[in-house]
């Protein structure tokens, strides 16, 4: 099948090559090379990258690779990248002589110790994805000895505090914000995670057990670990495993037209692919380990390669925690091949299995309490790349297509002895019977989720000339389709997880066949334009996205340009548009019950028992939400010399249209009922009173409700490695402000009613929360190659973190009376005591407040033996310095930083 | 021949001929009846007003010998001092307690009966008492957790009381988590009362007045409810049979894990229900409920490590308007500021502290007059364990609990709850 396939496309090209243009010169301008490893052989599928052409293309199994450029390109030298799987990439810059065949050749060295030179830090990089991206090499990860997605950001990413691994909860990142509670959740559910050119998604994420009724957003906690589940965030960071990433490319600044449905960023992962020895390692530490293999076999110089990877991860707080664990099982296979003797169809298939489980229960031996968090994830994927000579229309196309299918499972069970209580059961609105539930039981809630994803994107790159000007045109649609159809919540209305007056207390089945489907269509057109300015380099980026999300249409500009002022020094800035698609969980028609008891009549004898209710049902429609919207305008400098490099960027973020919920408040005309006659051992005869009484149902519904403004400053210095002390350091520091609130009113049931006033239901403005961090992070590394010896140590300095809710809003703005009728407060007379009584507890304002400056000091420390094993090691304040304070006001001892933790790792690599 | 002989007749006036009789005293059924030993009694001779007194023998007898006949009142009047009241009754009393009898305008002659009993009564003695505290629970697990709880008062006295309108409640005092600034505390950690807003009584706030976290009052006409001496009344939080809790449809009973750790309240004689704010408050139609009138929390609840104090409180129409304060330490009211009823000690009719444990212990809530002690479950908290007075004495069935105004001896632990029971 594949020979004549490629026969196939070898006609059409051929033909296009005919039809593409009269008059085709013999004489024309190529670039050819070879490529090999250390040992001088040939690295058969090495990456080969022209970067001025926008080309991506492989070698042969000599290692050789050829391109003809076009006659109407007129580059006189071209950047051709050189890289390959497990080893050091390379670039050269290639002077072109027009009609000429110019030649470069690579040596690759193995990615390892002995180099020269390693560099463990992230690198601010001004890439084709980005103006201000983070790239994180595939050193940089393993010095960080991971154990997953999470630790590598935490550890690297300017702005972030370096934690001690923790596998215990879902992990999420914050991109450059200070914002916590629901900001924090969209900053996170704004963040874009693309795994090989197709996004994880969690827009059909559905666990939870919210009731619609609760401030709270009803995840399962697992004790005070946290939750497993991840509804309202990003894709859970610790279930993606470290050790088969290759490369990382960070994007929190304003990514290229190309990428759409995010928010605060994006980050790019790329894993491995190609031949690679054999990778086998073990990761411990108290209570984690982490093995992993890898290998990438060669299937003949034809067939390609095929790479296999195997993670497994068991994690517990610690050895001797009997209560909590997360395992994790991940593995995956990539076949990538070129589908075409001429090596321009490239051909990329894999299949990814991953199951998680996080576990908790609150005794070893007969717990009353335990909760389950189960995930498991098939995907399959297939990506690839048309590199097509003489084309018209584009001179290269990519396409990618996935499918994902998610099973989750969120459960918990918990012996609850609280009596017999009264609980409704009906799911239609009415007065109707419920039930008594059993006084003792073990009380069960499980979600059963089942997010399916289908995906696919097709995207062209053109390069053309006009005069000086050279226009790198790239254009391309992406859709995806996203259901989750299953079981959904069950429940066992005698045995309720929460008693029927909370208002956590849901009651009813609920499945997820009624969710919608969630349809995302995006196109875009970005012009790459570069020239010179006055002798100077300057290049733009010129995009502009559609996005059709839900049924919600949006465009999005994206402007990044970059002016070399010096050869050194270079001027950047970029504002763009992004808009995060709502989610499912946001989207759905999720029935909200209010129950209002009648009659309350038990006697122990289920004969007589009656429990009678009114319950009332409101089906919130947030079919009109609309996308979530990010802008973002930045402005950088960087200066580049031999020795050493400074970045310098500011950026302002404004985000608007945030998922919250909102409280809100509906009047129920409850009627009311009365007993006529008890009789003995029968139901007793009951029958309406003929009175009505006004009922309050509070619920929350969705909307985009959250606004914030976030700015900063990121200043990243790094060095060269001084020869004298073998060391290179790298210090990056940041300061963060934001400003967070909630523009619409929020209705606030009361704590005490007090029927003889008249407002008796306040409505209030949502707090106003502020928050700023500044870290500093220096870096630096004691390399000895010959050694293979690496040291690094890594300080962090906490200047200041605050964070201040404002006071102002205990006052009402608005206030519902007994009949329902709602009436504005003028201003002046907000703080009357008319309206005492619904003033709120004062101790709502809340401020947080770092008082002094203190530091942490982090060690790792990594040795090649012989090129086949590497012994790492790591320590996290390792110089156990916490120091402690009083605070005052919560009259506590607080201790600063987390204590240390230890840990190592054992590779060997096997060729 | 009859002989009209009207002889000069012996002068035949009446003999006074002397009569012996016998009285006997005895105490009246709330006593079981028991004789009286030692007690004086009282012949007055109405005609000569000549007294004469006799002293009951062991079996409470007392003879009286060769008195004139003639028309007589018996009676005993007999003064017990406290201490003497307390080792015949185990009954503690403030002042002396008299015990009266008469038997007015007997005929005392030959042919008279010449056996008299006196059945000795006193003024009303004794009063309503906490009997038994149920405030500890039962296991979290296997029992029924706090859904038990119940408080008994007892009839100590020996006349039937009525329980129309009698109050009893809980005794805010500082807790121990509570951070207070010591400027609002007395020197022994608890509130200083004077200090309240609005306090005009000074210092007396902390010695002469006790203040409730919670109030409940008994319903009733005013003679609803009677309870006979010796006996008791159970009020609980939840009038169930909390051993068997709950039938299903099919008529499966479904109890606690272990039934032994809690008991049955279907047969309380009164029940707190708060309406529909704590779900598991059942509202048993065959018994009473309390009115409250301050609430603490959302149903009856005691605490269960036992840092309560309850006081039983006289029936009195003032009680729903008696004043209220705030706790000292609020410098504002606002309408979210709890104020707590201000209650006088000399209307309260009993009292218990109750502390977690003999080392754990906060601040006494009750002034010494009401209670010099305290009392704690060993146990602690969900143990099934109430705290319960110690039997002074039995008189033929109607009991006498102990009552010095000190827990510490007055009361002891029970180890399974038992309402009604000892």
Known sequence: ?911 | MPLLFLACEEDDSPLVQPVSFEVVVKYSSTYGNQTASNIKVKALNLDSKIATEATTNAIGVANFENLPVGVYDISVSQTYSPAQFLEFSGQTVENDVVFNATLTNQTINVAATKRFELELASSPVGNLVIKQVYFAGSDAKDGALFRDQFIEIHNNSDQVQYADGICFGQVLGKGGTVKVDPMYLQENGQYDWSKSLGMTVGNRANTDFVYMESLFQIPGTGTQYPIQPGQSIVIAQNALNHKAPYQDQAGKTITPINPDLTVDLSGADFEAFYGSTQASDINNPAVPNLILLHTYGKDMLFDNPGRDAYVLIKKDPGVASLPKFPTPDKTTITSATTLYYQVPVDWVLDAVEVQESSTKLLPKKLPNALDAGYTYVPLGKYSSQSVIRKVAKTFNGRVILQDTNNSTNDFRPLDRANPKGF
């Not at chain 1, 012009?527 to 996205?545: A, K, P, Q, V």
């Open chain 1, 1 to 911: 099948m594949l020979p004549r396939f490629s026969l196939y496309l070898w006609v059409i090209s051929l033909l296009l090559a005919f039809g593409a243009g009269a008059g085709v010169s013999h004489a024309q301008t190529r670039i050819q090379g070879t490529v090999l490893d250390a040992e001088k052989n040939a690295l058969p599928f090495a990456r080969i990258q022209l970067v001025e052409p926008h080309l991506f293309m492989g070698t042969n199994e000599k290692g050789e690779f050829s391109y003809t450029l076009p006659p109407d390109q007129t580059y006189t030298q071209v950047t051709v990248v050189a890289g390959f799987v497990g080893k050091k990439e390379m670039r050269q810059v290639v002077s072109l002589v027009r009609n000429q065949t110019a030649t470069v050749s690579f040596v690759l060295e193995d990615n390892n110790l002995y180099l020269n030179e390693v560099e463990i830090n992230a690198l601010r990089v001004h890439t084709t994805n980005s103006n201000s991206s983070i790239v994180i090499g595939q050193n940089a990860i393993e010095q960080i000895q991971p154990y997953s997605l999470s630790d590598i950001l935490l550890n690297l990413l300017p702005g972030q505090t370096i934690l001690n691994p923790d596998l215990q909860s879902a992990k999420a990142i914050n991109l450059r914000s200070v914002s916590t509670g629901n900001h924090a959740l969209n900053n996170q559910f704004g963040t874009s995670i693309v795994l090989d050119g197709e996004a994880l998604s969690n827009n059909a994420n559905l666990q939870t057990a919210f009731s619609g009724k609760s401030g709270l957003l009803g995840q399962i906690n697992a004790g005070s670990y946290g939750s497993g589940d991840y509804t309202f965030s990003s894709v859970d960071l610790r279930q993606i495993p470290a050790s088969n990433i290759e490369k990382i490319e960070v994007i929190q600044g304003v990514a290229s037209a190309k990428y759409g449905d995010m928010g605060s960023g994006a980050i790019i992962i790329d894993r491995k692919a190609g031949v690679s020895p054999w990778n086998i390692s073990a990761r411990i530490q108290n209570g984690t380990n982490n093995f992993s293999l890898d290998k990438g076999f060669a299937l003949g110089p034809k067939a390609g390669a095929l790479n296999v990877s195997l993670d497994y991860l068991d994690a517990a707080p610690s050895t001797t925690n009997k209560l909590k664990s997360y395992s994790r099982v991940s593995t995956g296979v990539l076949w990538t091949t070129y589908l075409n003797k001429a090596r321009t169809v490239s051909s990329n298939f894999g299949v990814d299995f991953s199951t998680n489980l996080d576990d908790w229960k609150n005794e070893p031996d007969d717990p009353t309490r335990k909760v389950k968090a189960e995930n498991s994830n098939v995907r399959v994927s297939y990506r690839g790349s048309w590199r097509a000579e003489n084309a018209r229309l584009f001179d290269q196309l990519t396409y990618s297509f996935s499918y994902s299918n998610t099973r989750q499972y969120s459960y918990e069970s918990w012996y609850l002895n609280q009596g017999v209580k009264p609980a409704p059961i009906s799911a239609e609105e009415g007065v109707f019977e419920g039930i008594y539930t059993y006084p003792n039981y073990q009380a069960e809630t499980a979600i059963y989720g089942n997010p399916v994803r289908w995906s696919g994107s097709l995207n062209a790159v053109r390069t053309a000339q006009t005069g000086p000007v050279r226009h790198a045109i790239s254009f391309g649609l992406n859709y995806s389709r996203e259901t989750n159809r299953t079981r959904g919540e069950d429940t066992d209305p005698y045995r309720p997880r929460w008693s029927s007056t909370s208002d956590r207390f849901y009651g009813r089945d609920y499945d997820f066949y009624h969710t919608p489907v969630l349809n995302n269509v995006g196109v875009y057109l970005e012009d790459r334009i570069s020239t010179t300015l006055w002798g100077r380099e300057w290049s733009t980026s010129l995009g502009l996205r559609g996005d059709k999300q839900f049924q919600y249409f949006s465009l999005s500009p994206r402007l990044s340009t970059t002016l070399e002022l010096t050869p050194t020094l270079m001027l950047n800035a970029a504002y763009g548009l992004a808009t995060k698609s709502p989610g499912l969980v946001h989207l759905q028609p999720k029935p909200i019950y209010h129950d209002f008891p009648l009659i309350n009549h038990y006697t122990n004898n289920y004969r007589e028992n009656l429990f009678l209710v009114y319950t009332a049902v409101i089906v919130p429609d947030n079919s009109a939400l609309q996308a979530m919207k990010t802008q973002h305008l930045e402005m950088g400098l960087s200066y580049r010399k031999q020795l050493f490099n400074v970045s310098l960027t500011g950026f302002h973020k404004r985000t608007s249209g945030g998922f919250d919920a909102n409280k809100k408040v509906r009047l129920v005309d409850v009627p009311q009922y009365h007993i006529i006659e008890a009789r003995p051992d029968e139901r007793p005869i009951y029958g309406p009173t003929g009175n009505h009484l006004e009922g309050f149902g509070f619920y929350s519904q969705f909307a985009n409700a959250l606004s914030s403004k976030d700015y900063g400053l990121e200043l990243m210095v790094g060095t060269a490695k001084i020869r004298a002390l073998q060391t290179s350091f790298n210090l990056s520091t940041s300061l963060y402000y934001s400003e967070a609130t909630n523009p619409s009113l929020e209705v606030a049931e009361p704590t005490e009613w007090q029927y003889e006033k008249k407002a008796l239901v306040g409505v209030f403005t949502n707090p106003h929360s502020s928050g700023l961090e500044s870290i500093t992070t220096v870096s630096s590394s004691h390399h000895i190659s010959r050694l293979g010896l690496l040291v690094n140590l890594r300080t962090q300095i906490f200047w200041d973190k605050w964070t201040r809710n404002s006071a102002n809003n205990i006052y009402p703005v608005a206030y519902y009376d007994i009949n329902g009728q709602y009436y504005t407060i003028p201003e002046a007379e907000q703080t009357s005591p008319e309206y005492a009584h619904l003033v709120k507890d004062e101790s709502a304002a809340g401020m947080l407040h770092q008082k002094r400056i203190y530091s942490n000091y982090h060690l790792k420390l990594s040795k090649e033996v012989r090129n086949v094993f590497r012994l790492s090691f790591y320590a996290n304040n390792f110089l156990n310095y916490r120091p402690e304070y009083y605070d005052t006001k919560a009259r506590e001892r607080r201790i600063l930083n987390q204590a240390p933790a230890f840990g190592m790792e054992v590779r060997l690599t096997l060729k």
